[in-house]
């Protein structure tokens, strides 16, 4: 092995730990390292349930564009009868 292809595979291997260690939740402190266990983020499951909620109204909407006319006619004259 050359010293550029030692290099490399060294290179290589710190960037695969680092990888690895900022997934699985391994920060280093001033002597050691530390585990720090991830809890359910609130801000996610808001995201979550907003992206939800958009996959219902895409899901309305395609069908309401893929529908023929005449259906979409007669959800028209049933929401005007709501009214």
Same mark, same amino acid.
């Given at each position: 092995?050359? +010293?550029?292809?030692? $290099? @490399? !595979?060294? $290179? !290589?291997?710190?960037?695969?730990?680092? /990888?690895?260690? !900022?997934?699985?939740? $391994? /920060?280093?402190? *001033?002597?050691? &390292?530390?585990?720090? !266990?991830?809890? +359910?983020? +609130?801000?996610a499951e808001r995201l979550r349930a907003e992206v939800k909620g958009l996959?219902?109204? /895409? @899901? $309305?909407?395609?069908?309401?564009?893929?529908?023929?006319?005449?259906?979409? *006619?007669? &959800?028209?004259?049933?929401?005007? &009868?709501? *009214?």
């Open positions: 092995m050359n +010293p550029f292809e030692m $290099v @490399a !595979a060294i $290179v !290589a291997i710190t960037a695969i730990a680092s /990888v690895l260690r !900022a997934k699985y939740g $391994v /920060v280093r402190r *001033d002597k050691g &390292e530390e585990f720090i !266990a991830r809890g +359910p983020d +609130p801000e996959k219902e109204r /895409v @899901a $309305v909407l395609e069908r309401l564009a893929t529908d023929s006319s005449t259906a979409l *006619d007669r &959800e028209f004259d049933k929401l005007r &009868e709501r *009214d």
